[in-house]
């Protein structure tokens, strides 16, 4: 699996706007980029995944670069809820994931 | 609701003493799938399945068993539980899609905190 790289933290304000980057030079046109989450406690969860356009659901916007070399995670309104580690996968043709370190957001009220 | 199980939650047990973790979804995923995650070593899968009677190996299957008689349950097995076995244990299970690989989320359960002494 190809590999990513995310900064270990990033600290934010409540209601204002977190973008997380993700780094993936080495991506094959096949693969998914995905990003879940862990919240403290609980088992991770999926945010949001994409191909090549950038997408849009009611829990946050991924932005793939051009040459989908990175792509950056965008919460618009960060809430305290948001606190959690981020984690950005590539995925293409297996079900398995590979998690890495991920980043640690912490939101500040 | 769309959910995965697992059972039990919180379990301490003592070296050498069979367990079985449980877990359970309700969404006819196909695919299922064990993790245990421990701190600075992030999250590794231990086995997974494709379809009822498919499995294999993860990463880190090493004393660990696992079995698909039915499609929604894939219990997690430790004949002998070692004390490098307490983890936080996490269950996974998504759709197969009909051609390319990675395309479905994937739903986790909440976790098993396991401790052996």
């Known amino acids: 699996d190809a590999k990513t790289t995310q900064p270990n933290s990033m600290e934010s304000n409540e209601e204002e706007p977190v973008h997380l980057p993700c780094n993936h030079s080495?991506?094959?046109?096949?693969?998914?980029i995905h990003w879940y989450r862990q919240l403290p406690s609980q088992g991770p969860e999926y945010v949001i995944h994409?191909?090549?356009s950038n997408v849009n659901n009611r829990m946050a916007s991924l932005a793939i670069a051009e040459d989908r070399k990175s792509s950056t995670l965008i919460l618009h309104r960060a809430t305290l809820r948001d606190a959690a580690v981020y984690y950005c996968?590539?995925?293409?043709?297996?079900?398995?994931?590979?998690f890495g370190k991920g980043t640690k957001l912490t939101v500040n009220p | 609701e769309a959910q995965v199980t697992q059972n039990p939650r919180y379990l301490i047990t003592v070296t050498g003493k069979k367990l079985t973790v449980t877990c359970s979804q309700n969404?006819?995923?196909?695919?299922m799938s064990w993790y245990r995650q421990d701190p600075g070593l992030g999250l590794r899968q231990i086995y997974y399945?494709?379809?009822?009677?498919?499995?294999d190996k993860g990463d880190v299957p090493e004393g660990y068993k696992v079995s698909r008689k039915e499609k929604r349950n894939f219990p997690l097995i430790l004949e002998s539980p070692s004390p490098n076995q307490t983890s936080l244990y996490f269950c996974a299970s998504s759709f197969i899609p009909p051609s390319t690989g990675g395309k479905y989320e994937q739903y986790f359960g909440p976790g098993t905190r396991l401790t052996v002494t």
């Open positions: 399945s494709m379809n009822v009677e498919v499995t």
């Open positions: 996968i590539l995925r293409g043709g297996s079900e398995k994931l590979v």
């Open positions: 994409g191909l090549t």
């Open positions: 969404m006819n995923h196909e695919y």
């Open positions: 080495t991506i094959s046109g096949t693969d998914y």
